[in-house]
């Protein structure tokens, strides 16, 4: 097995017990489209796939006590002998990928660039959609509360902290990644998402309101 398909069976194992958005699932289709941009993008395919499938080992949600020296991640490529430059690199493009509301970074790194916009890609569209709503479920969030607005333009702290229901995430975030992506083969891929999910959430509002 070479280390790629190593990292997949580590994040398998990993994600076990994982059902709020960040399971095992989400980060094989990060990795099948952080592949996909870093081919078409021309970056580093190796560099690109390694972010991708440790890019959650480390989640602040997930695995605080580890999140700032990125522990998991680290060891998994020690482990599989990769040198200390290159293992850098690959933290670094993992401490970047986060949305942190106006505080979100864009990445240094052509890799970062793409690996950021595989894991945002999958936050919008039809799978983006259902990760929200499952989001709430599991985190016990209203759908929907006619009387709390949605807060965009928050900082970091405050996006973090900051409890909602599930439609004001889609203001909050979701139908603000579409401008935010970096390559122009994700602007591509975003817009279609972008578009679809606008459909959906006039749609929800209209059944909402009794118009249909
Ligand atoms: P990131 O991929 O930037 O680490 P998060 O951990 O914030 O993102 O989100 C993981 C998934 O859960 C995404 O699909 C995201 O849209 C969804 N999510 C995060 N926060 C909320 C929320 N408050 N309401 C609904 N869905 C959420
Ligand atoms: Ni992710």
Same mark, same amino acid.
């Given at each position: 097995m070479d280390i790629i398909e190593q990292a997949l069976v580590f994040v398998q194992h990993f994600f076990q017990?994982?059902?709020?958005?960040?399971?095992?699932?989400h980060t094989l289709r990060v990795y099948n489209m952080a592949t996909h941009l870093a081919i078409k993008e021309k970056a580093d395919l190796q560099i690109?796939? @390694?972010?991708?499938? @440790?890019?959650? +080992?480390?989640?602040r949600k997930l695995s605080p006590q580890t999140h700032a020296e990125k522990s998991n991640a680290r060891r998994f490529l020690a482990?599989? $002998? +990769?040198?200390?430059?290159? !293992?850098s690199r690959i933290c670094q493009i993992i401490g970047e990928i986060s949305y942190a509301g106006t505080d979100s970074v864009?990445?240094?790194? @052509?890799?970062?660039?793409?690996?950021?916009?595989?894991?945002?890609?999958?936050? !919008?569209?039809? !799978?983006?959609?259902?990760?929200?709503?499952?989001?709430?479920?599991? $985190?016990?969030? @209203?759908?929907? $509360?006619?009387? !709390?607005p949605p807060k965009t333009d928050m900082g970091k702290e405050e996006y973090f902290r900051h409890e909602s229901t599930t439609i004001n995430h889609f203001y909050e975030k979701l139908f603000l990644l579409a401008d935010m992506m970096n390559t122009p083969t994700a602007k591509q891929i975003a817009l279609a998402r972008h578009t679809y999910m606008k459909a959906y959430i006039a749609e929800f509002m209209d059944e909402w309101n009794g118009v249909k």
């Open positions: 017990q994982e059902f709020s958005g960040h399971d095992y699932f690109v796939q @390694l972010a991708a499938l @440790l890019h959650d +080992v480390d989640d482990e599989h $002998h +990769v040198d200390e430059a290159t !293992i864009i990445p240094a790194t @052509l890799e970062g660039k793409c690996a950021q916009d595989a894991d945002r890609l999958d936050a !919008i569209g039809a !799978i983006g959609i259902a990760r929200a709503f499952a989001y709430g479920g599991n $985190h016990n969030r @209203l759908m929907h $509360h006619p009387q !709390i």
